[in-house]
C-alpha cells in the first residue's frame, strides 16, 4: 500500500521543506498515475504539460541515437522528479521516459509548478541544486564514454546504481535491482553480449555478486569518488 500522497510529496526531493498546508494543496493539484514495466511515460519531442515525481519504482531517461538505438542518460527513482526541462524553458520534452519497474508517479500541471517555484525559493533551490547534480553526472558519463574501456564503464555503472539506488543492508553490503543487460548496455554504449560476458568478470573480481534479479556491492564502494 502506497503511503498518502502528502507524505509522499513530503519526503520527495522537490517538496520536502513546504508547510502542511501547502502540501495538502499540491497533493490536492496532483494526480497519480500508474505505468507498466517498460511502458512510455512520455515521448522525446513531445510538448511538455506536467512535472512527474516517482512514487515507487523507477525509470530510464532514454534518448534515441541515429542508429535506432536507445541510449539511456539517467535512471530515477522514488522520491526523485522529471519532465521540469519542457517546463522551465518552454521546449518539447529533451528526451523519452520509460518505467524501467513498474512504477507510481503524481503529476504536478505547469500551472502549479510554476506557482509553486515562484511562492517558494526554497523549492527553485532545490530544482537548480539537482540539475547541478545531474550535469555532474552527464559530464561523468561522458567522460566514461571517452577514457574508460567498456569493463571500467561497466564497474563504473555498478558503483554509480549503487550510490543513486542502492539499499544499505547494515552488513557491509548494498544491495540493488540490476536493470536487464540490454538496459545496462544502453547505458554505457556497449552490446547486451559484451555485457553478459564482462558480468562474469566483474563477479571474478569481486565487485559485484549476482542473485537473481539483485545485485549486491560492498558498502566502501558508496564512498569512492565521482557520481
Ligand atoms: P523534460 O525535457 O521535460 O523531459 C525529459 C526529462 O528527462 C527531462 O525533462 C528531465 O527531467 C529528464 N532528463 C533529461 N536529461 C537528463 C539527464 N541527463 N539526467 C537526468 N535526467 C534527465
Known sequence: MQPPLKDL???SQLFGELAPNELDVVARAAETREFARD?????????????????SGRVKVVVSTTGGKEFILATLGPGQFFGEMALLDDSPRSASVIAQLPTSAYRIRRQEFDRLIEAHPGIARKLLRELSLRLRRANAQMESLVTLDVVGRLARYFISLAKQHGQILGNGWVAVRRPTHQDIANSIGTSRETVTRL????????????EGKMSYLREEVLRSEGE
Open 9 to 11: 510529496l513530503a519526503g
Open 39 to 55: 511502458e512510455t511515460i512520455f515521448a522525446m519531442q513531445e510538448p511538455g504539460d506536467g512535472l512527474y515525481v516517482i512514487a
Open 199 to 210: 558480468m562474469t568478470e566483474l563477479e571474478e573480481r569481486g565487485l559485484v555478486v549476482n
